[in-house]
């Protein structure tokens, strides 16, 4: 199974600055790899797949970068309905489809 | 846009079953799948498997094989989860959520979840 690790746990930051979340997994998931992000009480909802394309209607500050074990999540520049759990997902090698832990993205 | 109901929560005792539905509308049986997630409380994302509504067949994560069992109803565009042999750590919200063909793995259209609570 592939292990998926997301940094930072948390990470603040203040409106209208870039933020940049990581991921990496513990062995090459080639550009297999997706984000999703989450607000409380609320089902996930998918932002990027192919690690750098974006989903259908999802605003062009949010990019994704990154091959084989390195991602990384830049939003750049945070507006207020940003702030929530991201996590990141692999789909090179399933099942098992794996998940980060999340990174909580919080208002500085 | 697909659009995804589940069925309300539910209450169990440890070593019980539950099975929680989801009603698809919108869906076409030969482009999409349908996934089953969970979320412990305050936990990140877990999935569980994964059918393909037209054949009918499934895959599931290792760690719940023999426990689990995905069906769908195909009169109804209704798919179910079925859990067995309940424990304490089983309590969470479970998501079902379908992809399309085109990137199975990857599920864009969400159910609003269902809280399955084991307690004695």
């Known amino acids: 199974e592939i292990v998926m690790t997301q940094s930072p746990a948390t990470l603040s930051v203040s409106p209208g600055e870039r933020a940049t979340l990581s991921c990496r997994a513990s062995q090459g998931v080639s550009s297999n790899l997706a984000w999703y992000q989450q607000k409380p009480g609320q089902a996930p909802r998918l932002l990027i797949y192919?690690?750098?394309t974006r989903a259908t209607g999802i605003p062009a500050r949010f990019s994704g970068s990154g091959s084989g074990t390195e991602f990384t999540l830049t939003i750049s520049s945070l507006q207020s309905e940003d702030f929530a759990v991201y996590y990141c997902?692999?789909?090179?090698?399933?099942?098992?489809?794996?998940f980060g832990q999340g990174t909580r993205l919080e208002i500085k | 846009q697909v659009q995804l109901v589940q069925s309300g929560a539910e209450v169990k005792r440890p070593g019980a079953s539950v099975k929680v539905s989801c009603e698809a509308s919108g869906l076409t049986f030969t482009n999409d799948f349908i996934h089953w997630v969970r979320q412990a409380p305050g936990q990140g994302l877990e999935w569980l498997g994964v059918i393909n509504p037209f054949t009918g067949s499934t895959s599931f994560a290792p760690r719940f094989q023999g426990r689990v069992t995905v069906t769908r109803d195909t009169s109804t565009s209704t798919f179910y989860l079925d859990l067995r042999g309940l424990r304490s750590d089983d309590t969470a919200v479970y998501f079902c959520?379908?992809?399309?063909?085109?990137?199975?793995?990857?599920?864009?259209?969400w159910g609003q979840g269902t809280l399955v609570t084991v307690s004695p």
């Open positions: 997902q692999q789909y090179n090698n399933w099942p098992p489809i794996t």
């Open positions: 192919g690690a750098s």
């Open positions: 959520a379908r992809a399309d063909i085109s990137v199975t793995a990857v599920p864009d259209d």
